[in-house]
């Protein structure tokens, strides 16, 4: 069984800084992708940041320059460090992960439960 688990959300007022941390643990060969989604209420989930196993990153146009994605791939953990928060930043944030369970095995994605994020103005 493989298992992702977010922590750091929480409630911030704009402008603060929140980081969050998604660990994976469980059977696990290899991990390739990492990424962190959002869903505010009401919208459809978007992807905010993700980074492959070379530390290589892609970001959402409305996070650039302020949200920074890392992983230590020696703890199987991503990263998000979000600075500058802003209301619109307020959604329930899911880890992915892109695993493979044996050196045989196929891919699979796997995602957390989510952790919310609350920035006020």
């Known amino acids: 069984q493989v298992q992702l688990v977010e922590s750091g959300g929480g409630l911030v007022q704009a402008g603060e800084s929140l980081r969050l941390s998604c660990a994976a643990s469980g059977s696990i060969f290899a991990i390739g992708d990492m990424a962190w989604y959002r869903q505010a209420a009401g919208k459809q989930r978007e992807l905010v940041a993700s980074v492959n196993n070379v530390g290589s990153t892609r970001y959402a146009q409305s996070v650039k320059s302020r949200f920074a994605i890392s992983r230590d791939n020696a703890k199987n953990t991503v990263y998000l460090q979000m600075n500058s928060l802003k209301p619109e930043d307020t959604a329930v944030y899911y880890c992915?992960?892109?695993?493979?369970?044996?050196?045989?095995?196929?891919?699979?994605?796997?995602w957390g439960q989510g952790t919310q994020v609350t920035v006020s103005s």
């Open positions: 992915y992960a892109n695993i493979q369970l044996s050196r045989w095995s196929r891919w699979y994605y796997y």
